[in-house]
């Protein structure tokens, strides 16, 4: 069976590092536009400032890794599902950091 382009774990690794920053940026900068605020503040006084909102907007800047990660699978492309799934598995304990303590 020939093998797949771009299907490697190692590739789905980085590209589930990577989009979840991405996600937060797109987060904050709507978060910012609809409450009328800049992204800095939402960065320091939302995010840094207030620990309830850590972890919920850290889960929701995790979303954004279910777009490659279902179309890796769509494309069957497993290896490179894998890694986005490893690198979810790598934020979550920062997630439940944040929430606990």
Do not use: C, E, H
């Not at 939302?46 to 907007?57: H, M, N, Y």
Request: proline letters at 4%; aromatic letters at 24%; hydrophobic letters at 55%.
């Amino acid at each position: 069976m020939k093998s797949k382009r771009f299907d490697k774990t190692a590739i789905g690794f980085v590209i589930g590092l990577i989009l979840p920053v991405i996600g937060f940026v797109i987060y904050g900068v709507y978060w910012s536009w609809k409450f009328f605020r800049t992204f800095s503040y939402f960065v320091n006084d939302v995010f840094l400032g207030t620990p309830t909102f850590r972890s919920s907007i850290l889960s929701l800047s995790l979303l954004i890794n279910l777009i490659p990660f279902f179309i890796f699978l769509k494309t069957d492309r497993n290896k490179s599902a894998r890694g986005v799934l490893a690198a979810v598995f790598v934020y979550v304990p920062f997630v439940v950091y944040f929430k606990f303590f």
